[in-house]
């Protein structure tokens, strides 16, 4: 009997305390799609430089946080705040991020080609500079060949 009773006011809880999800209302200073697209790019790749470079930046005493916000002359409230809007409003919180994946996607494409890029070219710098050395070998060895056989011509026969 009790735990019926328990279980009542459980349920009742629960359906009174969901029953109002308050979203938040759009901020004053609401950054702009496009812009707020640019920002997590920017922090996105911020934030994969800081796994590798913390220590440089730290002695170059970069925050990128701040770095980020000044570039894009907002503040963190101001971001908080729209970040919040954005990520209630689920769709427009998933297209934000799809449009930022696609950009690190089109960057890192752009690297690996250009990597492949430099890739070809010095492995074909290595070639020649391989097939140089080959052909200096080589000559080497006709003229060692060369010098034997005149050797031979000279050396006196039955000896």
């Known amino acids: 009997m009790r735990l019926k009773g328990f279980l009542i006011v459980l349920i009742l809880f629960v359906f009174v305390g969901c029953n109002e999800i308050q979203r938040p209302k759009k901020p004053d200073n609401f950054i702009k799609e496009d812009l707020m697209v640019d920002v997590l790019y920017d922090i996105s790749l911020m934030r994969t430089l800081r796994t590798y470079n913390m220590n440089e930046m730290r002695s170059l005493g970069i925050v990128p946080d701040s770095l980020i916000y000044k570039k894009y002359n907002i503040d963190s409230l101001q971001f908080a705040e729209s970040i919040n809007y954005y990520s209630v409003n689920f ?22 080609f250009n990597q492949n890029d430099e890739d070809s070219i010095r492995n074909a710098a290595e070639k020649i500079k391989g097939d140089s ?7 080497k060895d006709s003229l060692l060949m060369l010098e034997e056989a005149q050797d031979s011509i000279l050396a006196p026969i039955g000896n």
């Open 133 to 139: 050395i080959n052909r200096q070998a080589k000559s």
């Open 91 to 112: 769709n427009d919180y998933a297209a934000l991020w799809e449009e930022v994946n696609k950009r690190l996607i089109a960057q890192r494409d752009k690297l690996q």
